[in-house]
């Protein structure tokens, strides 16, 4: 089985540790994996915020670095929606290009889907150990229909307890450039996810989704909260937890 | 001012402009309105006892009380009973010909004053009387069109002898019903309203149909629920059966 | 919305509503309330996945025949005995009523909600004509008391405190009322009994208007609705044109999923099913109809953009879950219609350049798009209008110079490398702890409330060499 790694923007930049820890993971079940180099983004910032000209030169660029995979692995429900559900669109213009798109988005998995339902695993030994609240970033839970998964992954970790988070299925507030065109209201919504995270005492906030990872973050360690943010790789293969 | 067929012409233009956005079908109607009502009918004839049941939990969950009596001679003695509970005095009843009843003679001259609404064609000064007899009225006595199960609904159709206000004005409504007004699903509803409306014969003499589901209320003060805002504050359902 | 209050930018309206304690504790308790509601009421509704879709293929396929059902609908009133107008603007349509109340000799008119008249800002115009609105719905009662705009689309008051009502009832009622929604209510009833007694017009909106039939579909819980369109002479109706529907088997599906979807209800207390002025024999009823078919910007969108928004329901349900409208309600979008669906509505009446702000006013979480009963898929249509506001050059030069420079970075590994080896030189003089803070230009923005991690020592691609096997 071979998987290509699909960085995204985000990972390559500030969470370089979460790509990693997805290699060794992956590695570790028996996949090879591959990097095809010369990944940016995959458009989705220009797409929302209505430049969609400019998202579809990301996508075709995008289609076209990964023309040669076999399984393409995302650790972001955001990134792997816009490949799967928007590029084909983006590209419909061009006959050649489309297809190419389509064959990706068929190809393309978020990291949680791409455990239990290509690989067939629905248990991860991990050493990781402590009470762990999992939220649901909306790209991976309306965007691509996935709740079930990472919590079936998290709750298989014998250390690890998962208690549910009230309002996971509610926004962060992080919605890309939402997050800096309106701070206040981004702000308002992320205090109310992090009193809910905190109402929970666990120890771990898990998300399989870097913006969201970014905002609830940032917001816990600015009010100098005891819990981290992690991806749910980190807590499948917590050897990378910077 | 822009006529009927500026309007629609507009309107075809901006149609003509595209296909629409996905093949897509309206609700399938019943292709014989008059066979739906009859098999639907020979249904109830069966169903009824479930759809009692099913009636009566649905009403009381909107905060209906159920009465349930053998004969229609015994209505007159819960009307009595709820104006006592509710230290009432006023009564207005639809006509004895809508709903099966004279309760000005089964009633009146206890200490309860019943109006009956009339039945003839009525002129500007029947109207009046009737207006006011209807905002001093304390209980409003109906019959029933049909009675929902699946939500604890009563469908009571306006017309001769049967004023809407009945049902609205006073602060308690009473509604008598028997087996022959039950009906199941909103569905068979649709079904026996499309009769309804595709017979002649089955004119209507009234305007309205109004689908009454428990009390008047709203929760626009805090989500607060409160009950009887312009409408009644209670709504009884009496069984009669019967008949 | 006051002209005023429109010229302050939507992040000042957005900060406001943020600071107003009451509001914030208002809306929480309300928007909760709401989502349990609906949730619960459609979790034991196996059966109501299922009527969704059939509620949007009605919608579809009926904008599909629109002209078709609008003739139907009008002739078959005008059998019955009532009148059809055919308004193209906002303005017409006031203008109807205004000349049916000089025409008729009307003084005062008692209205249920519509948000259609709310739309055409009708009661100013009634007022300056000399005939008393009345809003006799209790949440628009408050706020027409408090001379303000309806906060949500089907609890208008929604945004008060029971102690601020009270407060309210108490200045312009005369007495003074406890702050008990009980107490209140009955104060609403007694008050607004007499005016439908008295009024001699009643207007209404319209839920549905059933073509086949002839009849207007009216769906409320306060009886008001009721009052309205049986004791006053004249009634009218103000319809958008995308509300007509075929048949009353189509109005069952939309019956079932409607009330549900705005508060949990199987059906409201009240269903009006009108058809006609009242009948020769009925003692009661108006003796004249006029239902006012208003197009406003709608047939427009039949070939836009925003075509799908055309099968809203105006249940509400968009809002209560949204994000955004939970944390700064109503009235700071500034516009008749609040939430997600209200950005496409004030588009679709307002034109693109009045979303501009409104537009990205969204995290894109789709929740929206979730609970709507017809599945509109408001998202996308959001994304179209910032893509609209985008070619139509509304957006802020900045900004687009910052996307233009993001659009090369991603189209370029190169730059994409250089963009992470300057931000790491950059970012040198603000890391605290490992994070980023107090950061300059718009990325404070960010720092304000919020840490940011640093670009990494090494990127992903930079580490990969270590992890590559030969």
């Known amino acids: 089985m071979k998987a290509s790694i699909m960085i995204t923007c985000l990972g390559e930049m500030f969470f370089p540790e979460v790509g990693v820890a997805m290699v060794k993971l992956l590695r570790r079940l028996g996949v090879t994996v591959d990097f095809p180099p010369g990944q940016t983004c995959c458009g989705m910032p220009l797409f929302n915020s209505g430049y969609h000209h400019d998202a579809a030169l990301v996508a075709a660029r995008t289609v076209k670095l990964f023309a040669q995979a076999e399984h393409v692995v995302v650790p972001s429900g955001s990134c792997a929606w816009m490949v799967k559900t928007e590029y084909p669109g983006l590209l419909k213009d061009d006959p050649a290009l489309r297809t190419q798109a389509e064959a990706l988005a068929r190809k393309t998995h978020e990291l949680s889907q791409f455990l239990v339902e290509v690989l067939g695993v629905t248990t991860v030994a991990s050493p990781f150990q402590g009470r762990v609240t999992y939220h649901d970033s909306c790209h991976l839970l309306r965007g691509l229909g996935e709740s079930r998964h990472p919590r079936t992954l998290l709750q298989a970790v014998p250390g690890c307890e998962l208690v549910e988070l009230p309002g996971s299925d509610e926004c962060c507030g992080f919605g890309g450039s939402f997050s800096v065109r309106l701070p206040e209201v981004s702000t308002a919504v992320l205090d109310k996810k992090l009193a809910n995270v905190e109402s929970t005492d666990a120890k771990c906030l898990v998300a399989c989704d870097a913006g969201c990872l970014m905002q609830m973050g940032g917001g816990l360690t600015r009010r100098g909260s005891r819990v981290r943010a992690l991806h749910l790789a980190q807590v499948l293969e917590p050897g990378e937890i910077a | ?243 | ?470």
């Open chain 2, 1 to 243: 001012m822009t006529t009927r067929a500026e309007f629609l012409s507009g309107l075809r233009r901006e149609m003509a402009k595209t296909r629409g956005l996905f093949e897509a079908r309206t609700a399938e109607r019943p292709p014989d309105a008059d066979l739906v009502f009859e098999t639907v009918k020979r249904q109830m004839a069966e169903r009824w006892p479930q759809a009692l049941e099913r009636f009566q939990a649905e009403f009381e969950r909107v905060a209906g009380v159920f009465h349930r009596v053998a004969r229609l001679e015994d209505v007159p003695d819960v009307v009595r009973a709820i104006a006592r509970e509710k230290q009432a005095s006023r009564v207005l009843s639809w006509h004895p010909d809508a709903l099966g009843l004279d309760l000005r003679q089964s009633l009146g001259g206890e200490g309860l004053s019943v109006t009956l609404a009339p039945d003839d064609d009525p002129d500007g000064e029947a109207r009046r009387v009737h207006r006011e007899a209807a905002a001093e009225a304390e209980i409003g006595v109906t019959g029933t069109d049909w009675a929902l199960a699946e939500t604890g609904t009563l469908i009571l159709v306006s017309g001769r002898g049967r004023p809407r206000s009945t049902s609205l004005l006073p602060t308690t409504h009473v509604a008598v019903f028997d087996r022959h007004q039950l009906l199941e699903s909103l569905e068979q509803v649709g079904s026996m309203l499309e009769a309804l409306h595709a017979d002649p014969a089955r004119r209507m003499s009234g305007a309205v149909i109004n689908f009454i589901t428990g009390p008047s209320r709203t929760a626009d003060i805090e989500l607060t629920l409160t009950r009887g805002v312009h409408g009644p504050k209670g709504v009884h359902a009496i069984f009669v059966e019967g008949r």
């Open chain 3, 1 to 470: 919305m006051s002209e005023t209050q429109l010229r302050t930018p939507f992040p000042q309206r957005a900060h406001a509503a943020l600071g107003d304690a009451h509001l914030q504790e208002a809306l929480t308790i309300a928007t909760t309330k709401f989502i349990g509601l609906r949730k619960e009421s459609f979790a034991g509704y196996p059966a109501g996945e299922a009527l969704r879709d059939r509620a949007r293929a009605i919608k579809e396929a009926t904008l599909q025949r629109l002209d078709q059902h609008l003739e139907r609908l009008a002739d078959n009133i005008e059998r019955l005995g009532g009148h059809v107008h055919w308004a193209a603007t906002g303005d017409e349509a006031r203008d109807i009523i205004l000349r049916l109340c000089r025409d008729r000799g009307v003084r005062m008119a008692v209205k249920s909600k519509s948000m259609a008249t709310e739309e055409i800002d009708l009661n100013e115009a009634l007022e300056a004509a000399g005939v008393k609105p009345v809003e006799t719905d209790l949440g628009e009662y408050i706020i027409q008391l408090a001379h303000e705009k309806p906060s949500h689309i089907i609890a208008p008051a929604i945004h008060k405190t029971k102690g601020q009502v009270a407060d309210l009832f108490s200045k312009e009622l005369g007495g003074r009322f406890e702050a008990d929604p009980e107490v209140l209510t009955a104060v609403a009833r007694k008050e607004l009994r007499q005016k439908f007694l008295e009024a001699d017009m009643g207007i209404t909106g319209a839920n549905f208007a059933v073509a086949e039939t002839g009849t207007i579909v009216l769906v409320t819980n306060e009886g008001n609705g009721r009052m309205v369109t049986s004791l006053p002479r004249i009634h009218v109706a103000v319809m958008g044109m995308e509300k007509v529907i075929p048949t009353m088997t189509d109005l069952m599906i939309f019956l079932s999923i409607l009330a549900r979807s705005a508060t949990g209800q199987k059906l409201s207390s009240y269903t009006t099913l009108v058809r006609g002025p009242r009948q020769p024999g009925e003692v009661e009823g108006p003796e004249e109809l006029h239902l006012i078919l208003m197009d406003n910007g709608r047939m427009r969108q039949v070939a836009g953009t925003l075509r799908e928004a055309l099968y809203c329901l105006r249940c509400g349900a968009c809002l209560n879950v949204c994000p955004v409208y939970r944390q700064i309600g109503g009235h700071a979008y500034g516009y008749t219609y609040p939430g997600p669906i209200g950005i496409l509505l004030t588009a679709m009446l307002e034109g693109t350049g009045a979303v501009k702000d409104l537009a990205h006013a969204s995290s894109l979480c789709g929740a929206c798009k979730d609970v709507c009963p017809v599945r509109i898929d408001i998202p996308r249509m959001l994304v179209e209008l910032r893509e609209q506001v985008d070619r139509e050059k509304i957006a802020p030069w900045g900004e687009r110079m910052l996307f233009g420079l993001a659009r090369r970075a991603m189209a370029s590994s190169a730059l994409f490398r250089l963009g992470a080896r300057l931000g790491r030189l950059a970012q040198r003089p603000f890391v605290r702890n490992g994070r980023l803070q107090g950061l300059p230009f718009f990325f404070g923005q960010w720092t304000r409330t919020r840490d940011l991690p640093p670009v990494a020592a090494r990127t992903f691609s930079e580490r990969w060499k270590d992890l590559e096997r030969p």
